[in-house]
């Protein structure tokens, strides 16, 4: 048989951080990934939607973060396979949407520095995605 495959995948992250009132904040988070073929058929395209809403208090020294992963429930892998004897179709849903309620609290004296940060033992110039420590992903 023949054993050649052509292979083409791309896939989409987006996050969008917005304040909703003084010391709340909403995240958005969608990923998409497309088809793509594997050794004996292909993966279809996928995609999921992230929500965590945080809201600060206590001179923001503590938060409460509600999260929901795959917020519409659509993350779910679909695979045909296929030869010359066979050909299957699969589909994969993991418990994707998940809620999660955390409680924050940050001892001692909070420095902030706009211009600056630190990043895996690396100095950032401030490029970290708007909030890495709110990311949901």
């Known amino acids: 048989g ?29 990923f998409w990934r497309s088809p793509r073929p594997i050794a004996q058929g292909r993966i279809d395209a996928f995609y999921a939607v992230n929500l965590a809403i945080r809201q600060r208090f206590l001179d923001r020294k503590a938060s409460i973060t509600l999260r929901v992963r795959d917020l ?46 630190r990043t895996n033992g690396r100095q950032n110039s401030g490029t970290d995605n708007g909030g890495s420590d709110f990311e949901i992903d």
């Open 2 to 30: 023949d054993l050649n495959n052509d292979a083409f995948g791309a896939s989409i992250r987006l996050m969008n951080t917005n304040q909703l009132w003084k010391n709340a904040d909403v995240q958005l988070t969608t």
């Open 72 to 117: 519409f429930n659509t993350m779910q892998f679909e695979f045909v396979t296929e030869a010359d004897n066979f050909y299957q179709e699969r589909a994969r849903r993991r418990q994707s949407r998940i809620f999660n309620l955390a409680f924050s609290y940050r001892f001692g004296k909070i420095q902030r520095n706009t211009n600056r940060r």
